[in-house]
């Protein structure tokens, strides 16, 4: 198959996935806005009612575990401006102790949302996991081969 050829097929694949993504009912908004919570192994999972009603409970409770840490990462942003928008010398100690605040901050974020995924989780089913893991596999599977082909050295054996 050409490369032309392999890159339309590619992009038809694309289309079609695309298209049943907005056939599937989807989940609930995650705590950030974003589709899935940011939970990529939740795509193409159908969940029943009562799975949806607690995976939104889920995230209900993740966006406003992370209000509160939004707030504070507001507030370091507001700090660090004022250390760089004050005439003379900029205090690296309070520069340095505001950087080390952001990383713990970073942390809680990243332990919060993996305990929101943890939870998601331990919703679904064995099947619904499996069926998960199956369609990551497929959609690994076709990345790589895109990867390989956009990447490709041999240019001459077209």
């Known amino acids: 198959m050409s490369r032309s050829s392999f890159l339309i097929a590619a992009m038809a694949v694309g289309a079609l996935a695309m298209g049943q993504a907005h056939a599937q009912p989807q989940p609930p908004m995650?705590?950030?806005?974003?589709?899935?919570?940011?939970?990529?192994?939740?795509?193409?999972v159908n969940l029943t009612t009562k799975q949806k009603d607690s995976v939104k409970k889920i995230f209900k409770e993740g966006h406003e575990?992370?209000?509160?840490?939004?707030?504070?990462?507001?507030?370091?942003?507001?700090?660090?401006?004022?250390?760089?928008?004050t005439p003379g010398k900029v205090d690296q100690a309070k520069l340095d102790a505001l950087v080390t605040e952001q990383n713990a901050l970073d942390a809680k974020e990243n332990a919060a949302r993996q305990a929101t995924a943890v939870k998601?989780?331990?919703?679904?089913?064995?099947?619904?996991?499996t069926a998960a893991k199956d369609r990551h596999d497929k959609i690994r599977a076709l990345m790589d081969q895109i990867h390989a082909i956009e990447h490709d050295d041999s240019k001459g054996d077209e």
């Open 30 to 44: 995650g705590p950030h806005g974003c589709g899935h919570g940011g939970l990529p192994f939740l795509e193409g």
């Open 65 to 85: 575990d992370m209000k509160a840490l939004h707030k504070q990462e507001h507030d370091l942003h507001d700090q660090f401006e004022a250390i760089m928008l």
């Open 120 to 129: 998601v989780h331990d919703v679904l089913t064995a099947d619904q996991i």
